[in-house]
């Protein structure tokens, strides 16, 4: 079948005169193979778009996670500028294709969630050699270098701390670890950092043992303008999110890629130096 001018109707004005149902019976006519595959893929197109449309989303898997207000690592109520670590967290969940939740608690309460739970998530613990076989070490983070704090001279070596009558410590930390474990029988130790920083300024205590990192942070947190002398380092400490004992493998094993693709692409730097240091 074939149409051309002689038949009566200019060629441009054809298809509009014939109507739709005109052109595809016309098309049929010409190329009927052509025309039903394409009447198929169109019937295939709309019944999975129609499938797209009413299928419920795909839910995203929430994990749990603990963590303690411990500027610039952790900060609690602060949903913009939650701390270097709990945004590494964040990051990483997002790269797999989950969601976490953090909860914030007291230290002690969050670490024993952590220990006593299932598939919990922390977003900052130092790795020490007390603490190896209570926890599930998913990857490091950060370095944060030990000091000792004061508003007077710096106090840069163990055998200077020794001779002071007090130093501040959290009891549990890394340096209150450390410094017993060197016999030091000067220790005053109090369960919040902040209380430390408060007994430095109103001189309670000559020095307070903490991560430069945390002290700095806290500092400008309570609002002190006394300038605070940071000490030089009497040793480092490696940060790590943490999970606990009998976390699922594959959760693990998740976090640990997503981590090591944030540090091959230098997000993990990025974030760090937000907060004011370096990764490790």
């Given at each position: 079948m074939s149409l051309s001018p002689d038949d009566g109707v200019p060629m441009d004005d054809m298809v509009p005169w014939l109507g739709l149902g005109r052109v595809l019976?016309?098309?049929?006519?010409?190329a009927p193979d052509w025309i039903a595959r394409l009447s198929r893929s169109a019937a295939f197109l709309s019944v999975a778009f129609t499938a797209a449309l009413i299928a419920p989303?795909?839910?995203?898997?929430?994990?749990?996670?603990?963590a303690a207000h411990y500027p610039p690592m952790m900060i609690a109520d602060s949903p913009d500028r939650p701390g270097a670590n709990v945004e590494i967290l964040i990051e990483a969940a997002r790269r797999q294709g989950r969601r976490v939740t953090v909860e914030f608690l007291p230290f002690a309460r969050a670490i024993k969630t952590l220990q006593r739970g299932q598939n919990v998530l922390q977003p900052a613990l130092f790795r020490k050699p007390?603490?190896?076989?209570?926890y599930t070490w998913v990857a490091s983070t950060n370095v944060l270098t030990?000091?000792?704090?004061?508003?007077?001279?710096?106090?840069?070596?163990?055998?200077?701390a020794r001779?002071?009558?007090w130093i501040?410590?959290?009891?549990?930390?890394?340096?209150d670890l450390v410094l017993t474990g060197e016999a030091f029988t000067n220790l005053s130790r109090v369960d919040r950092p902040q209380v430390n920083a408060q007994k430095l300024l109103a001189g309670h205590i000559d020095a307070w043992a903490v991560p430069s990192q945390i002290a700095r942070a806290i500092w400008s947190e309570l609002g002190y303008?006394?300038?605070?002398?940071?000490?030089?380092?009497?040793?480092?400490e490696?940060?790590?999110?943490?999970?606990?004992?009998?976390?699922?493998?594959?959760?693990?094993?998740?976090?640990?890629?997503?981590?090591?693709?944030?540090?091959?692409?230098?997000t993990l730097q990025a974030i760090n130096e937000k907060y004011g240091w370096q990764s490790e």
């Open positions: 019976g016309f098309l049929r006519a010409i989303p795909a839910q995203a898997q929430t994990d749990y996670a603990v007390e603490r190896e076989s209570l030990n000091t000792f704090n004061t508003l007077g001279p710096p106090i840069d070596t163990l055998d200077q001779r002071l009558e501040g410590v959290e009891t549990g930390a890394a340096l303008t006394a300038p605070l002398i940071v000490g030089a380092t009497v040793s480092e490696i940060n790590y999110i943490v999970a606990s004992p009998d976390t699922d493998p594959e959760i693990v094993m998740g976090y640990r890629a997503a981590i090591a693709e944030m540090r091959a692409d230098g």
